[in-house]
C-alpha cells in the first residue's frame, strides 16, 4: 500500500463538497510530477486531503477507487496523440476529528522531511508510512 496526499483549495472543490458527493474524479492536474504520481497511486492507497490556501490543513482521508486514467479535461492534442494527462478516482473515508495544520506539522520534528514541506507547491504527493500515520493519529485524536 502506498500513501499520498492531494491539495485542493477549499473554495474550488472542498472535503464537505467531496464527502457530499461520495467520489471525485481528481482532475485538471498539469504538472509533469504530479501527474507522475497520480500514475503511481494503486486502488485502496490511502490519500491524506489537504484544504491549501484557506484553511492549510490535513482534514480527511480518502481512498482510491480507480487507478490512472486518460483526463476528459484534456481535449486531444491537435496531432491525434492521447492527452499525457491523468486522472485517478477517489472517495472519502473519514473526517478527521481535528483538522491537522500546517503549523502543527512544520513543528513537529518527524515531520521536518515531509512534500508537504519541502515541495509546497506540488498538488499530489507522496508520503512515507511513518508520516502517515503520524499525521491520522493527530487528525483522529
Excluded at 15 to 41: P, S, T
Excluded at 54 to 76: F, H, I, K, N, Q
Excluded at 99 to 113: C, F, M, S, Y
Aim: proline share 9%; net charge negative; charged share 25%.
Amino acid at each position: 500500500m502506498n500513501y499520498w496526499l492531494v491539495k485542493s483549495e477549499p473554495d474550488a472543490y472542498s472535503w464537505d463538497r467531496f464527502v457530499r458527493e461520495g467520489r471525485a474524479i481528481w482532475d485538471g492536474v498539469r504538472n509533469y510530477q504530479a501527474r507522475n504520481n497520480l500514475n503511481a497511486m494503486r486502488k485502496d492507497d490511502q490519500v491524506l486531503f489537504y484544504h491549501s490556501v484557506t484553511g492549510m490543513a490535513v482534514v480527511g482521508l480518502a481512498l482510491v477507487d480507480r487507478e490512472a486514467y486518460p483526463d476528459p479535461t484534456d481535449p486531444p492534442a491537435a496531432n491525434g496523440k492521447p492527452t499525457p494527462w491523468v486522472v485517478v478516482e477517489l472517495i472519502p473515508e473519514i473526517a478527521f476529528a481535528r483538522p491537522v495544520t500546517l503549523a502543527q506539522i512544520k513543528a513537529e520534528p518527524l515531520l521536518g522531511n515531509i512534500s508537504l514541506i519541502r515541495q509546497s507547491r506540488l498538488s499530489v504527493m507522496p508520503v512515507k508510512p511513518d508520516e502517515f500515520e503520524l499525521i491520522l493519529a493527530m487528525g483522529l485524536q
